[in-house]
């Protein structure tokens, strides 16, 4: 019985064995089941606006039309030898020939004004939709006085807001009118210009600028996803005229819109005048460029409290990726905002030894100004340096008076400040990761 049992137990490992040799050799079978799904594609869509140019022909009375898109080699509202009572017209048509839904923005530089521009008039209005109806005769016709209120001196013409607010849809649609827009701009001399304005010149550039419409929908529905989609940046390009670079840079920021980016070039921008911001803004450098201030006087406007080469007068404006050179003399480098009750200066011991540094005071009422109450926010600067030549020295490098400021890995080289180098006059306003090179 004995051996039986034990003969069976022999067996029964045995068997086992020979089990796990052979699923070595195997693999167990499952019931399976799978989908493919091929043929997946996303495609990006394309923002594309043409534009063709038409000017009036008198003798035909009638526009015709004289170019497409840039239009290499003229000006679109050229003229010479004009006298008093003088008109001209240009017709611009958009067509959008992208995918996606466009939104347009026109607006105007004057480049070159020798005074001319006080003689000058103009009118943009918008035509058609129909063809005929935007080739038809322009709408001020005859002498324009001064005293005309249907048009604007073009010593505004910078000035002017395009609140048109066009989007243009694709011309995936059959309907013309949705992707295709005119413009017409007239302009002319006042018919009681007098001599003065002999031999003048006014050189005028036209910008259209086309970004994404809030007009397509996502996935989930939303046709908010590009409402913030920005207009192309403005490019100012630097040579090796340092103090040509600056007068670019100015007028560049004088001509922005509100929010618009300002791309800097490579090189030095000299000006001789301290440079104010009183509109939101976004200068873009590319670590190179160097905003020269260092014989730059003061804003002469009585109402700014503190003297700087660099004033800020409004909220959300950022500076990135820019090297700022202070000017002997003036209470700072950079004062943003309005002096204000109550400060904490950042002072030259105790800043050194940190690389992290936040503050939040309580926010101060201005009682030296009391008309400037509002206190601006988000004025921001990153990866900038703030310096000075050898030998000058000012009050503070950095004065803020405003809120929700951001001082982000930026160098303050070689400035002699004799109060702080960063002064901060509100709350919530950080200094990380900068560096200090006294």
């Not at 007068?247 to 104010?276: F, H």
């Not at 730059?296 to 950022?318: E, H, K, R, W």
């Not at 929700?404 to 890995?409: D, F, G, L, R």
Request: with cysteine.
């Amino acid at each position: 019985m004995i051996k039986a049992t034990k003969k069976n137990l022999w067996l029964s490992a045995l068997s086992l064995w020979l089990c796990a040799v052979m699923l070595l050799g195997t693999t167990f079978a499952w019931f399976t089941d799978s989908v493919l799904n091929t043929g997946n594609r996303i495609e990006s869509g394309d923002l594309k606006v043409d534009f063709y140019w038409f000017k009036w022909d008198s003798a035909a009375n009638s526009f015709k039309q004289i170019g497409m898109n840039e239009w290499a080699g003229t000006g679109k509202m050229s003229a010479d030898n004009w006298e008093p009572g003088q008109s001209d017209a240009l017709l611009v048509r958009v067509d959008n020939m992208g995918s996606l839904a466009a939104k347009l923005q026109l607006s105007f530089d004057i480049t070159v004004d020798s005074g001319l521009s006080d003689a000058l008039w103009f009118r943009v209005t918008k035509r058609g939709p129909s063809y005929s109806d935007a080739i038809s005769m322009p709408e001020v016709t005859g002498p324009v006085y001064r005293s005309d209120s249907r048009v604007t001196c073009m010593s505004e013409l910078e000035n002017w807001d395009d609140t048109f607010h066009t989007v243009l849809m694709s011309n995936e649609t059959d309907v013309e009118s949705e992707w295709r827009n005119w413009y017409l701009i007239e302009y002319g001399m006042y018919a009681d210009a007098g001599n003065e304005y002999m031999n003048g010149t006014t050189n005028v550039d036209i910008h259209f600028d086309a970004a994404q419409a809030t007009v397509e929908e996502d996935g989930f529905g939303s046709n908010q996803y590009d409402k913030d989609a920005e207009f192309a940046p403005t490019q100012v390009d630097a040579g090796n005229d340092a103090v040509a670079n600056g007068k670019a840079l100015r007028n560049a920021i004088d001509n922005a819109s509100e929010n618009d980016v300002i791309v800097l070039d490579e090189g030095t921008y000299e000006l001789d005048e301290a440079l104010v911001f009183t509109k939101p803004l976004r200068i873009v450098g590319d670590g190179e460029a160097v905003l020269d201030l260092s014989n730059a006087t003061a804003p002469i406007d009585g109402s700014y409290v503190t003297s700087a080469a660099l004033f800020v007068a409004s909220s959300n404006v950022t500076f990135e990726g820019v090297t700022i050179y202070g000017a002997e003399g003036l209470n700072s480098i950079v004062t943003v905002g309005f002096d204000n009750v109550g400060a904490a200066g950042l002072e030259d011991g105790n800043i050194k030894v940190s690389d992290d540094l936040s503050y939040d005071f309580e926010w101060a009422v201005n009682e030296f100004y009391p008309e400037h109450k509002g206190i601006y926010e988000n004025v921001n600067f990153s990866n900038c340096t703030f310096a000075l030549n050898d030998g000058a020295s000012v009050a503070h490098g950095l004065f803020l008076n405003c809120r929700y400021a951001v001082i982000e890995n930026c160098t303050f080289k070689n400035v002699n400040a004799t109060s702080a180098i960063v002064k901060i006059e509100e709350d919530h306003t950080k200094v990380l990761g900068s560096l200090f090179e006294n």
